[in-house]
Nanobody, 121 residues
Framework: VQLQASGGGLVQVGGSLRLSCAAS????????MGWFRQAPGLNREFVAT????????YYADSVKGRFTISRDNAKNTVYLQMNSLKPEDTAVYYC???????????????WGKGTLVTVSS
């Protein structure tokens, strides 16, 4: 299984970025997907998850209303649209996959390498 995240970069406060994660080696449409992040010196934390069908999503309180997770099962890709970015959103962002139901936690089966998002003030 490979999960390749992309789309990170440097953005100013209040700006937007869209992260993408291309999945291969799994039946994508049967996996829940998620985005997680790890800031320097901190533990990796839950950001958002989405069910295999895309009908159910969960968000961390810190990003609710600013971030949107979505997926395209035809392209084996999950996205994270990030708006109104804040300095505290600076982190390495990881995508992950889980066979079965996802929730608001870090319990996933496969993890990809991260992509760095830096929000400058």
């Amino acid at each position: 299984v490979q999960l390749q995240a992309s789309g990170g970069g440097l953005v100013q406060v209040g700006g937007s970025l869209r992260l993408s994660c291309a999945a291969s080696g799994l039946t994508f449409s049967t996996y829940g997907m998620g985005w997680f992040r790890q800031a320097p010196g901190l533990n990796r934390e839950f950001v958002a998850t989405i069910s295999w069908s895309g009908s159910t999503t969960y968000y961390a309180d810190s990003v609710k209303g600013r971030f949107t997770i979505s997926r395209d099962n035809a392209k084996n890709t999950v996205y994270l649209q990030m708006n109104s970015l804040k300095p505290e959103d600076t982190a390495v962002y990881y995508c992950a996959a889980k066979r079965g139901r996802v929730d608001r936690d870090n319990i996933m089966d496969y993890w990809g390498k991260g992509t760095l998002v830096t929000v400058s003030s």
